[in-house]
């Protein structure tokens, strides 16, 4: 599996951001996808996740209402929909993949990663 992220840039607090992650490689029946951040000296933490063959999705507590995560199953591509950009969103934003369909938090559960994009986000 290979994941490419982008869509990351400099942008105003309350504005909005889509990221996209384009994915090839998929052979297991289903897959779930996540986004994470990484602050600097900060650890990896989770964002979002959806199940890539059904509804499931699960978000953290810091970006539920403003975060929006979906797919596209034609390009293959997962998207992270960030609204209402706050200073403390400003990462780098990295997507990650899994066989299985449970929708882990623990980024030690994903096995493939792409590279990350970088979101600031200014005062």
């Known amino acids: 599996v290979q994941l490419q992220a982008s869509g990351g840039g400099l942008v105003q607090a309350g504005d909005s951001l889509r990221l996209s992650c384009a994915a090839s490689?998929?052979?297991?029946?289903?897959?779930?996808m996540g986004w994470y951040r990484q602050a600097p000296g900060k650890e990896r933490e989770f964002v979002a996740a959806l199940r890539w063959s059904g509804s499931n999705t699960r978000y953290a507590d810091s970006v539920k209402g403003r975060f929006t995560i979906s797919r596209d199953n034609a390009t293959t591509t997962v998207y992270l929909q960030m609204n209402s950009l706050k200073p403390e969103d400003t990462a780098v934003y990295y997507c990650?993949?899994?066989?299985?369909?449970?929708?882990?938090?623990?980024?030690?559960?994903?096995?493939?990663w792409g590279q990350g994009t970088q979101v600031t986000v200014s005062s």
């Open positions: 990650a993949a899994r066989e299985g369909y449970y929708l882990h938090s623990n980024p030690n559960e994903y096995d493939y």
């Open positions: 490689g998929f052979t297991a029946p289903d897959y779930a």
